[in-house]
């Protein structure tokens, strides 16, 4: 037995954030469970009824941009008719004892990734895909530019029913709030602190490890072998720009994050020939996740530095990155309530097996 397949069970700390914590048991794989199954791939080009397919833009608000601006476009960003949050109307602050209110302001916007009704992300050309990043730049810069009430810009995708999709044709969706997420304040303040006390950047610190450390574990009576860590054992895949790391903390069985591999804090500073390579590496982990998974739900998220004055000295700091998080199993009481995440394929598994697809190209 390999000691990618030996059975694991152990708490992992999150060294980006260690009050996060993933409990790793592969024995759990073995239980009855209801796993989430794969989305349903709809891969029409055209749906007469879909809002979001071209010649039906009568269905969706006016297009706030389209790309390109004249023709036929590729790439459309609309109002969400729905919005978590809006610009429509401002509330007061309000505290009443130990309860708190903050206006709900800001902007939720879709951005209708394709043309075409049931493309997947891997079935883009990386053309295509290095417009769509142009795209999230480009438009978080605007937000960002539009009210200095608003602390953070975060792009995201759901992909399938159980990841949070109501439509299914492929979008994204870019939120705009006054207020910095939580779990994007921890990043910030651990790698903060991280680097104020080793004077370098956490992120890259990982990234080194992933591509040079390598390690064995004894056992302090018998001398046995109890764990090896092997270079490149987490990485997917490297680029010239990016690289593609499992996280040794996956909070979900086949997380996958995405970074720069030369230090990026903020992610509108990302060139042309940045978002071309981010493309072709994004593109492939998707089809490395497609092919073992066979079309999994998922979300994938943007974390970037926040534009605010709080975090001006977080440059050195903090590193922009791509979360992708296919939604393999659903949450028990166990998770919810305690916070913990249960993981039970353990990343090197998962790594190897997606190390393992063959591309193409």
């Known amino acids: 037995m ?42 029409r080009a055209h749906v007469e009824t879909c809002p979001f397919c071209s010649g039906n833009e009568h269905m969706t608000p006016p297009p706030i941009a389209t790309y390109p601006a004249a023709g036929d476009w590729q790439i459309r960003i609309v109002e969400n008719l729905y919005p978590v949050l809006g610009d429509d109307r401002e509330n007061p602050n ?11 302001y800001g902007r939720h916007e879709v951005i209708i990734d394709n043309a075409r009704h049931g493309v ?18 480009e438009h978080m810069e605007k937000l960002y530019r539009s009210n200095p009430r608003l602390r953070y810009v975060l792009v995201f995708k759901n992909f399938g029913p159980a990841a949070g999709a109501s439509i299914a044709h492929t979008h994204s969706q870019i939120i705009a709030t006054p207020v910095v997420p939580d779990n994007v304040q921890a990043e910030v303040e651990n790698s903060r602190r991280y680097h104020e006390k080793h004077h370098r950047c956490i992120f890259c610190a990982l990234i080194d490890e992933a591509l040079t450390f390598e390690a064995t574990l004894y056992d302090r009576e018998s001398g046995e072998i109890r764990r090896k860590l092997d270079v490149g054992q987490f990485v997917i895949e490297r680029g010239k720009k990016f690289i593609a790391i499992k996280p040794f903390a996956s909070r979900y069985e086949w997380e996958v994050h995405i970074l720069p591999l030369s230090h990026q804090s903020d992610f509108l500073a990302a060139t042309p020939d940045d978002l071309a390579e981010l493309a072709r590496l994004f593109r492939r982990t998707m089809a490395r996740l497609d092919a073992v998974l066979g079309g999994a739900q998922y979300n994938f998220f943007l974390h970037s530095v926040p534009h605010a004055p709080a975090y001006a000295d977080c440059g050195a700091s903090y590193h922009w990155h791509i979360e992708i998080c296919p939604r393999t199993s659903i949450p028990t009481g166990f998770e919810l309530g305690s916070g913990l995440f249960v993981n039970t394929v353990s990343p090197e598994t998962a790594a190897a097996k997606l190390r393992a697809v063959t591309l193409t190209d």
């Open 2 to 43: 390999t000691d990618v397949d030996k059975p694991v069970r152990e708490i992992r700390i999150n060294p980006i954030v260690p009050s996060e914590s993933v409990l790793v048991a592969t024995a759990r794989s073995m239980r009855p469970k209801k796993a989430e199954a794969p989305a349903p791939r709809d891969t």
């Open 120 to 137: 997947a992300i891997h079935e883009m050309g990386d053309d295509h895909l290095g417009l769509l990043f142009g795209v999230y730049r």
């Open 94 to 104: 309000l505290t009443f004892g130990l309860q708190q209110t903050i206006d709900g």
